[in-house]
Each structure stands twice: as structure tokens, then as C-alpha cells.
């Protein structure tokens, strides 16, 4: 369980997130969603202790997050930001073994390299693990990061536009691989995430940001409706129920 | 080729031109010349194995691959040190002063300006690394305008003494300083060894490190005050060499094509043993000492550092 509570954060005397207060539940998918600039990724980022917070506290299991050990940390919560432009070059099992780090500082025994091996196996990229990340299309460039992360095996897996530039077909091999692992890993899995129907299709809870403020939070359920969403996005939607999943139309 | 292989290989070359260097034309007053020029030998091994360390981190911590530590303004800080302490207390000082008590001088001052550098900006939030290196390249313009302009008003004589500092020539090695800096640069490795596995996880941004569990902000200004050290130490020795840092970590990257800093950091050291030795080679044999071996080693890294902005024009 993941308390965050009252957090905020300014930059240049704008409050990009203003006192939002939000429960991540163990073992369930929840997104973040929200027009650009809603303060999204800045929250997945203190939440995530990546970028410090101006006010407010975020609880891991009761705990203050920035008052855990580093490695300790680095062994139950994992974050993935958006923009993962290496430079170096690694091949995709090298960049799946950093995922051990935290555990090893660096020395594989034979227990991680199983552990990297089934997390290779878990994204289907057997067949790349020796390319270089830099010969790889944007979606198998996403798997390798995303197996890097399983590698890492934490409880809390955060993840900033995981299906970014990805098209519609490697999106949904994405939230798939996140589905499977809440529902057979038991993590719990938070993502900040654009496509609304992605969303409503594979999350049980959603967290509504807009101007830095939490306006709506709730199940799936609750969150897709017309009127929720006409008042987080500024705009109509047309909720449709089609093979039991909420599907909304907003293209015209 | 394995990267071992490759490994064994550059250092073989490394041993090569050590033996060339020291052996090549001896002469008949051997008993002379030798610990002459294995002193001499000693000092470039030792200006070119910091020189590439400190720059293959350097470049780990950007996570960029054309800029070095003289970038942001170590090199400069040197000179200015320098002119600074003949302009005030006069030329003799610098030439009377205890050679050792300068050195440590020196050197502490350069580490302190890193870390002050490290502090003032990371200090306040939401600046990075590149605002880091901003600050630094203006600084480094800064310190060298204000050498300019205590040059420009000192005594020619005491200019000159200005001058035999501020130029990387291994013909006037301070071969005093040979064991201290030797000292200092092992103190150095060994704190480094402590963070080396963390150089690694480094390379794959800020970002990654802190998810794998590193204490970035601690990290980095340890390793930053590693690398001013080592700067330190080889400014001390033979003066500024501004392109050598970036031919040989660009080269052991190019050789080595991995971001596995066991193999870049030695492979870097023995391209840089490498390429300063035979370069003085050539400076003593066959330019007959018309010439330093900075100017031979700006040359060539001034056209490579020309090729790879071409090169990577879009790669960045």
C-alpha cells in the first residue's frame, strides 16, 4: 500500500501538483490520467523518489519513502520514466541484468541469471537478448526496459507513459505483460497513461489530475462515465459499453 | 575479437613503446640516460592512465561523449592558480617555493573548486548536470580571461615563468613530484575502487541509477572529486593537455563498444600510455625537441574532435 498525502510540488512559483492525496492499492492496476501539463508524470515521479517533494509525504507499507535505504528501496519499488534515450551500447540481456543490481552490486550468481532468463522469457525477447538496444524498434526497445524491471522484482512496479510512441499493436502486448503480472506476480502496478480506452480496459483503479489537483478518484467503474470525463478533460465523451468493456468515443 | 583480447593487445602496445621509449638509441652512457628517461617514462604513464580515468568517468557522469574535465574549467583554474600566485607574490615565489607544498596546494585548491562547483548548483533543486557543465564552460572562460589579464600586466621575465607552467612538455617533468603525485593518484584509485561498480549503472542515466538503488547526488560528487584529483595531479606534472582526454575515452569506446567500465577504463589507460609515448617518441627522434608534444596531441585531437561533432551531428 502506497499512502501519498497532501503532496505537492512548484516550479518557478507555479504549483504544478497542488496538495493531491492518493491510495495505491497492493495487487491492482492503477492509472493516472489527465490532460497534459495535469501533473501527472511530476507525481509518479516524488512518489517514485525521483524528484524530491515541496510539501506532503508519501508512505511505502507505513514507512516515509525518502527515509528508506537507497538499495533496500531499489528491492521493493521500480520506477520507468518516459524518455529512455541511451547512449551506450548494451545489449538487451546486459540491460535486463542491471535489473539485478540492487541485489548483486553487480556479481550475477546462478539464482539471478535464472531470475533474467524468465524475465527475457516473460517479454518474448529471447530472440533479441543478444541485439543492441539501439538496433531495436521502440516497441521491443519497451519490452527489454519492461524485463528489466521484472528482473528487478519489486512489489511496486511505477511506470511514466509506458505505451508512448508505441503502436496500437505493441500497446497491447504492453498492458497485457502489466495485467498478467498484477494478476499471476501479484505486483501492483502504477502507470500515468494518455489512451483513456487503454485505461478503461486494463486498470481497476484510476486517479483523475487536473491543474496539479486530484478532481476525481475511483474503480473503473466509477471513473468511466460521461460526466467524470467531460470534467477532467474539458471536453464531451461518449461512454459505450461494448463487449463489456467501456469503450468511450470522443473522435468527433 | 573478445574484449579480452583486445585488452591484452593494447596493453602489449602500451609495453611497446615503453621499451621504445626508454630503450630506442640509448647510447653509450646508458648508466646515465636510463633513469632519466625511466623517469621520465614514469611521469607519462602516469599523466596519461589519470588523464583517460578521469575523462572515461567524466563522460559516464554526462553521459556524453565530447565533453572532458578541462571543459568545465579544470584546466583553466591550474593556469590561473598559477599566474595568480606569480602576480601577487612575484615570480620569485614560485620558483623558491617548496616544490611539494605547491603541489599539494594546487591540488587542494582544484578539489575544493569542485566541490564548491558540485554544491553551489546541486544544492539548488531542479538544476542537472547540464546546467552543471554550463556554469563550468563559463567559468573556464572566466578563469582563463582573468589569466589573460594578470599576464598581460606582470613583468615579461616573470611571464615566462608563467609560461613554462601553463604548456604540457614532458622535457621539463617536475620530477619531485613524481612519488607524491604517484601517492596521491594511488589514494585516489583506491577510493575510486570503492564506486566503480557503480560507473556502470551510471552509464545508463540519472534516472535508471536512482531506480537501481544508487545515491546518485552522493555518488557523483564523490566521483567528481575523484576527477578533479586526478586532474590535478596530471596538470601538475606536465601542464594542460586539453584534446588527450577525449582521443583516448572516444577510442576505448570505439575499440571496446561496450559501456562495461572494467574494459573502457584500462583500454583507455593503455591508448593514452600509448599514444604519449610514442608522440614524445616522435617529439625527441625525429622533431628533435622543435616541438612539445601538446602540440602534436592538440593537432590530432583537434581533427578528431572536429570528426566525431560531424560524425554524431545526429546522434545526440
Redesign the interface.
Known amino acids: 500500500m502506497v499512502n501519498v498525502n497532501n503532496v505537492s510540488k512548484t516550479?518557478q512559483e507555479v504549483k504544478v501538483v497542488d496538495g493531491v492525496s492518493v491510495h495505491i492499492k497492493k495487487g491492482k492496476i492503477t492509472s493516472f490520467i489527465g490532460s497534459n501539463g495535469a501533473g501527472k508524470s511530476t507525481l509518479l515521479s516524488m512518489v517514485?523518489?525521483?524528484i524530491?517533494k515541496d510539501e506532503g509525504s508519501v508512505l511505502l507499507d507505513g514507512e516515509e519513502i525518502t527515509s528508506y535505504d537507497?538499495?533496500?528501496?531499489?528491492?521493493r519499488l521500480?520506477?520507468?520514466?518516459q524518455s529512455?534515450n541511451?547512449?551506450?551500447?548494451?545489449t538487451v540481456r546486459?540491460?535486463v541484468s542491471?535489473?539485478r543490481?540492487?541485489y548483486t552490486?553487480?556479481k550475477l550468481k546462478d539464482e539471478d541469471k535464472k531470475l533474467i532468463d524468465e524475465s527475457i522469457h516473460y517479454m518474448n525477447l529471447e530472440a533479441f537478448e543478444d541485439r543492441f538496444l539501439d538496433e531495436l524498434s521502440g516497441g521491443q526497445k519497451q519490452r527489454a526496459y519492461i524485463a528489466m524491471v521484472i528482473a528487478?522484482d519489486t512489489d511496486y512496479i511505477l511506470l511514466d507513459e509506458p505505451l508512448n510512441n508505441l503502436d496500437m499493436k505493441h500497446s497491447k502486448q504492453i498492458m497485457k505483460a502489466l495485467r498478467r503480472m498484477v494478476d499471476e506476480l501479484g505486483k501492483t502496478v502504477v502507470i500515468v497513461i494518455h489512451d483513456i480506452n487503454f485505461a478503461s480496459c486494463y486498470s481497476d483503479h484510476i486517479v483523475a489530475l487536473k491543474d496539479g489537483k486530484c478532481v476525481y478518484e475511483g474503480t473503473t467503474e466509477e471513473m468511466i462515465s460521461n460526466d467524470v470525463l467531460r470534467e477532467v478533460y474539458d471536453m464531451e465523451f461518449n461512454v459505450c459499453k461494448i463487449d463489456g468493456n467501456r469503450i468511450c468515443v470522443f473522435f468527433t | 575479437m573478445g574484449y579480452n583480447k583486445k585488452l591484452v593487445l593494447l596493453l602489449s602496445l602500451s609495453v611497446l613503446s615503453i621499451v621504445l621509449f626508454v630503450f630506442w638509441d640509448i647510447g653509450e652512457y646508458w648508466d646515465y640516460a636510463l633513469p632519466r628517461r625511466l623517469e621520465k617514462a614514469w611521469a607519462i604513464v602516469m599523466t596519461g592512465a589519470a588523464i583517460a580515468t578521469s575523462t572515461v568517468i567524466f563522460q559516464t557522469i554526462t553521459n556524453n561523449r565530447i565533453l572532458t574535465p578541462s571543459l568545465i574549467g579544470f584546466d583553466s583554474l591550474y593556469v590561473l592558480l598559477q599566474t595568480a600566485i606569480v602576480f601577487f607574490l612575484g615570480g620569485g615565489t614560485l620558483v623558491m617555493m617548496n616544490n611539494q607544498f605547491h603541489f599539494l596546494l594546487s591540488v587542494g585548491l582544484m578539489v575544493v573548486f569542485a566541490l564548491l562547483l558540485f554544491l553551489f548548483i546541486f544544492k539548488r533543486e531542479g538544476k542537472n548536470i547540464y546546467f552543471l557543465l554550463l556554469i563550468g564552460i563559463i567559468l573556464g572562460t572566466f578563469f582563463s580571461s582573468i589569466s589573460d589579464f594578470l599576464q598581460v600586466l606582470i613583468d615579461p621575465n616573470e611571464f615566462l615563468i608563467v609560461q613554462d607552467a601553463m604548456f604540457a612538455s614532458f622535457n621539463n617533468t617536475n620530477t619531485e613530484l613524481l612519488l607524491l603525485g604517484g601517492v596521491l593518484l594511488l589514494c585516489a584509485t583506491l577510493y575510486l575502487l570503492r564506486y566503480a561498480k557503480y560507473l556502470d549503472v551510471l552509464s545508463l542515466g540519472k534516472e535508471e541509477a536512482v531506480n537501481l538503488g544508487v545515491d546518485y547526488d552522493g555518488v557523483v560528487k564523490r566521483l567528481l572529486g575523484i576527477i578533479a584529483v586526478y586532474v590535478a595531479v596530471a596538470t601538475a606534472l606536465v601542464g594542460p593537455i586539453t584534446f588527450l582526454g577525449l582521443i583516448v575515452a572516444n577510442v576505448a569506446h570505439e575499440v571496446f563498444k561496450t559501456y562495461r567500465h572494467n574494459y573502457l577504463i584500462p583500454g583507455a589507460i593503455f591508448v593514452s600510455i600509448f599514444s604519449l609515448l610514442t608522440g614524445q617518441w616522435f617529439v625527441e627522434h625525429i622533431f628533435t625537441f622543435s616541438t612539445t608534444i601538446s602540440v602534436i596531441i592538440n593537432f590530432i585531437g583537434g581533427i578528431y574532435f572536429i570528426y566525431l561533432l560531424i560524425k554524431e551531428n545526429d546522434a545526440w
Do not use: D, H, T, W
Open positions: 516550479y517514485s523518489r525521483l524530491p537507497n538499495r533496500e528501496l531499489a528491492k521500480s520506477v520507468l520514466k529512455n541511451i547512449k551506450v551500447r548494451i546486459e540491460l542491471f535489473g543490481f540492487p552490486q553487480g528487478q
